[in-house]
């Protein structure tokens, strides 16, 4: 009978609530409805609670409302079909209202039909069950979604311009309208009718909801499963209470505003996402240094009226800091800086705390819940922010839009900048400002053409190490001050381009200026010197692809006064030429057999060189070693002062304290070519070391220089840092061979240039030991430790040539190797010719030549048994080679190994000398007689090279033990 009575019951709250929907009933016949089921035949719901039969009903009747509202108001509202731009903004918000609307009917049509199944079974089904309790937070969501919608609507008179366009309609649907309202008089307009039609049920609802939510809480035990659920149910519904009643608030304020102001003013402010927090006609400030005759706080930007004018500020880009006094506090955006004062300190304190609580509601992008002020924590908003601005001032940025960190109104930290030219930063920033490394790409005016900037920055310009590719295919690597290049660096052009050079010196305010060498693709020659302007002025030497080499004194890119001009063949010029290399003027020429020729010097057309002076064919011979082995440049370039560039980025490095932040400013770093990444596009992209490294790694080479003081430690120490390319003093090992072999490889391979090279080679060596002797300091005072004396000129260079300079050599063996080849060219080829006669020697008559003890030969003695002469008894021995005359042969490899590395690319200098060192290890306990290596042939092999030996000179004693 129950389960009959149930099932009963079940259908006709159904059928009931399916009847409203279909064929609406006036309140009389829904209230009688209602009486029914709370009569004594609903004897399942007195089984249960009457707060949850009394939720039943509520649910019911908020259903059939909304389902009503649906068919009476939206549906109508929804067929109008604007033509203006404004109109369509205002109906999508009807849309989407009518979407939330369908959304809340169908959430509360669960809730009706979880009530139902518990009221018909009480026994199994819980009361957490109920959809009101297990999915409170999903009803909430519902129910915010709809609030948002209905109060951008009210915001925007969406309601009231809608009926415009449908008067005479809504007119006859007055009466209608009035079934949803209650306490209203007819007499108002329909908008508002329209308004409030939407409003009141939803109000009405929610506030019984709360009130039935409560009286259940307080029927339900302590210790009953769902007490927690109800308790936050109830929580829930409290807060949405206090949150609609504040979203509709502001939506009817922000309403009322529209019509305080002008259409400019409007037409600019009047968005649904407005919302109006606080107006300076209730609570008046003023702004200084601004002007504004009204100021409007919203919940996501203030603004400041003056005349017709708006000016309008991001919250999320609004910094709020106290003020001198009670009445005033600062406010701090991208472009400006204002403060707002109060007539009182009561004035001051609400305009504060609402500017306050909107920006950090701003930053959270979700509305304070249940009121403004109550959201999560922290409620000051986070000085470092993340967004995007565009600048609209005068300046660098103007137009430009900066996306990334922000801290107290300024870009700081990562960000992205872009101008509408095309132009693009992308880096660190501070306080505004470019600092740090950045990526910039500037457009060029032909097609797909950029200049390329990877640099470090300061203060708005480049400053520091950098890498700029640009769009007329050069690529710099070097140093900039202030924008411009300055100190060192390498300006380097493509092969293909009309003019190609490479320049590796100094530069100064993005001149050449200082010491610096260049490169001339076109004319196949390599100036080494000095520079002015970008200009060549003062000292120079120029090396030809020819092998013509010359020297003098420059001034405006012109060589003035005498020079000397030393040729291929060995000839010597003394006197002024051009830069064709044409005589002109008086000079001398020396010719390679001693015959000078002295006097005036000229050329003309058809003429050729003609001369006017004393030929001397009586001269001596000269000395090989004077115009062939002349050396240029000793004297004229100090070689302390050559690369101060380089040295002295280091040097400000030490002394800053090798700060990690500071490593790749100072001393540079590697970034991929833009070239190779133009065909993905990938143009803001830099493979470099990550600087957020460079701080540990400097404390543990620090650290590492401390532990290796000892003499032997010391020297694979350095060792491992000059050959490790992060570390500082392997860059500038690195840097250095850069410069060298500008210099010294390729055409500058001139044989008149090795003594330059060897001082330059020494002087390195200094610097670099300088460099060891500051790192170290730094160590020391890092770890509060006194730091060491500095060092007499005699200890140091101890050091340096006992230390260092072995460490350094290798490094530049390539570029002296084929210095010194290039200087004793004729000796070589003598020596050379020497040993090829003496190669042709067999063993026994080149051993006789070298006057060898004959009983040291590697010979053996064969006895004849044949071809004996008649009578003969005796017998007869031959020798024979043991080695089948390949001693000499083997030797000579060996030599040729250790002399032309080039020969044998795994010989380097160090294997060398470790295989020289072995052969004369064994030879000198032969020269001494010894008697332990009596019983050793004296020919043994190389465990190197494999070639044989001989380990005994014509002067030793040694005497093999007989047999």
């Known amino acids: 009978m129950g389960s009959l009575l149930s099932s009963e019951v079940g259908w006709s709250w159904a059928f009931w609530a399916y009847s409203l929907r279909r064929h609406p009933a006036p309140m009389a016949a829904i209230r009688s409805n209602l009486a029914w089921f709370s009569g004594p035949e609903s004897g399942t719901l007195a089984m249960c609670s009457p707060e949850e039969a009394a939720l039943l009903r509520l649910e019911e009747v908020f259903s059939a409302t909304l389902s009503r509202i649906n068919s009476f108001v939206l549906q109508p509202l929804l067929e109008a ?176 505003l529209w019509h305080t102001l002008s259409s400019r003013q409007r037409d600019v402010l009047c968005t649904p996402a407005h919302r109006l927090l606080q107006d300076s006609q209730d609570i008046p400030v003023t702004v200084t240094p601004l002007r504004a005759e009204r100021v409007l706080l919203f919940d996501d930007a203030l603004v400041l009226l003056q005349g017709h004018s708006v000016h309008t500020f991001d919250l999320k880009l609004v910094w709020v800091e106290p003020g001198q006094d009670r009445c005033m506090f600062h406010l701090l955006t991208p472009e400006e800086e204002f403060s707002l004062c109060s007539k009182d300190p009561q004035g001051q304190v609400a305009w504060q705390w609402k500017v306050t609580q909107a920006v950090c509601q701003t930053l959270r992008r979700k509305k304070d819940f249940p009121v403004l002020g109550a959201g999560l924590e922290p409620s000051e908003p986070p000085t470092c922010r993340c967004g995007a601005y565009t600048f609209r001032a005068e300046g660098r940025f103007s137009q430009a839009t900066y996306e990334g960190e922000w801290y107290g109104g300024r870009p700081h930290g990562k960000g992205t900048l872009k101008w509408p030219d095309g132009r693009n930063h992308v880096g660190d920033f501070c306080q505004g400002l470019e ?106 030497v120029v090396v030809t692809q020819a092998g013509v080499c010359y020297q003098g004194t420059f001034q405006a890119d012109k060589m003035v006064g005498p020079g000397i001009l030393l040729c291929e063949d060995d000839s010597l010029y003394e006197g002024t030429f051009t830069r064709d290399l044409t005589f002109v003027g008086k000079g001398k020429v020396t010719f390679p057999n001693g015959f000078t020729l002295e006097g005036s010097f000229g050329s003309g057309a058809g003429r050729g060189l003609h001369t006017q002076g004393v030929l001397d064919t009586a001269a001596l011979p000269p000395d090989p070693g004077s115009t062939r082995k002349r050396q240029l440049g000793l004297g004229v370039f100090p070689v302390e002062s050559r690369w101060q560039g380089v040295y002295g980025p280091f040097q400000d490095f030490v002394q800053a304290g090798c700060p990690g932040d500071l490593q790749e400013a100072l001393l540079g770093f590697h970034v991929q070519s833009s070239r190779e990444l133009r065909k993905s596009q990938e143009y803001l992209c830099c493979e470099r070391t990550h600087p957020e490294d460079h701080a540990g790694r400097m404390e543990d080479i620090l650290e590492e220089l401390l532990q290796h003081r000892a003499p032997e430690a010391l020297q694979q120490c350095l060792r491992k840092a000059l050959s490790n390319s992060l570390h500082p003093l392997g860059k500038l090992l690195r ?152 001693c000499f042969l083997s030797a000579t490899e060996c030599l040729q190994k250790m002399i032309y590395p080039a020969a044998a690319p795994r010989w380097t200098p160090g294997r060398s000398w470790r295989c020289w060192r072995g052969h004369t290890g064994k030879l000198r306990p032969l020269c001494r007689g010894c008697s332990a290596r009596s019983t050793s042939c004296p020919w043994t092999t190389c465990c190197r090279c494999s070639s044989t030996w001989c380990h005994v000179p014509k002067s030793s004693t040694w005497e093999p033990r007989s047999t």
Not at 194 to 219: E, F, G, I, Y
Not at 455 to 462: A, I, L, Q, V
Not at 830 to 858: C, M, R
Request: proline share 4%; charged share 20%; with cysteine.
């Open 81 to 256: 079909e604007p033509s203006d731009p404004w109109g369509r903004e205002c109906l999508q918000l009807l849309q989407q209202l009518h979407r939330s609307s369908q959304q809340l009917w169908e959430v509360t049509e669960e809730s009706l039909h979880s009530l139902q199944e518990r009221l018909r079974h009480p026994d199994s089904i819980s009361l957490e069950s109920l959809l009101l309790l297990h999915s409170a937070d999903r009803v909430l969501q519902v129910h915010l979604e709809y609030i948002e919608s209905y109060t951008s609507c009210v915001a925007v008179q969406a309601f009231q311009k809608a009926v415009k366009r449908r008067s005479e309609y809504w007119q006859g649907q007055r009466k209608a309208l009035q079934q949803f309202l209650s306490g209203m008089s007819s007499e108002g307009s329909v908008g508002t009718a329209l308004v409030q039609a939407l409003r009141q049920p939803l109000t009405h609802h929610v506030q019984q909801c709360v009130l039935l939510l409560l009286s259940l809480r307080d029927t339900v035990g302590e210790s009953h499963p769902t007490r927690e659920l109800l308790v936050h149910t109830v929580t829930i519904f409290g807060n949405l209470q206090s949150f609609m009643r504040q979203e509709l608030d502001q939506a009817m304020a922000t309403q009322a």
């Open 735 to 886: 840097t250095l061979m850069l410069t060298f072999q500008a210099t010294y490889s390729g055409i500058g391979a001139n044989k008149h240039l090795q003594g330059l090279a060897q001082e330059e080679v020494k002087q390195h060596a200094q610097e670099l030991w300088a460099a060891y002797r500051g790192l170290l300091q730094v160590a020391l005072q890092c770890k509060g430790q006194a730091p060491e004396e500095d060092q007499d000129a005699e200890a140091r260079d101890l050091q340096v040539h006992r230390l260092m300079l072995p460490l350094v050599l290798p490094s530049f063996y390539s570029e002296l190797f084929t210095l010194y080849l290039l200087l004793h060219e004729r000796e070589d080829s003598l020596y050379s010719q020497g040993i090829a006669n003496l190669s042709l020697f067999p063993d026994t008559k080149l051993l006789e030549f070298l006057d060898v003890q004959k009983h040291l030969w590697p010979l053996k003695d064969l006895m004849l048994t044949t071809n004996q002469p008649p009578g003969d008894r005796l017998p007869h021995f031959t020798r024979y080679s043991l080695v089948r005359d390949a």
């Open 435 to 540: 600092h740090g490394f950045g990526i910039r790409l500037v457009p060029q005016a032909s097609e797909d053409k950029f200049d390329c900037y990877k640099c470090h920055w300061r203060e708005g310009s480049m400053c520091g190490y950098g890498i700029c590719e640009y769009s007329t295919s050069e690529v710099y690597k070097g140093y900039f001050q202030e924008g411009l290049r300055h100190g060192f660096g390498v300006l380097e052009s493509t092969p293909q381009t009309p003019q190609p050079c490479r320049y590796t010196g100094h530069w100064e305010r993005g001149q050449r200026s200082g010491y610096g060498v260049q490169d001339d693709g076109d004319r196949g020659e390599r100036y080494i010197g000095m520079w002015q302007a970008d200009q060549r002025h003062g000292p120079g």
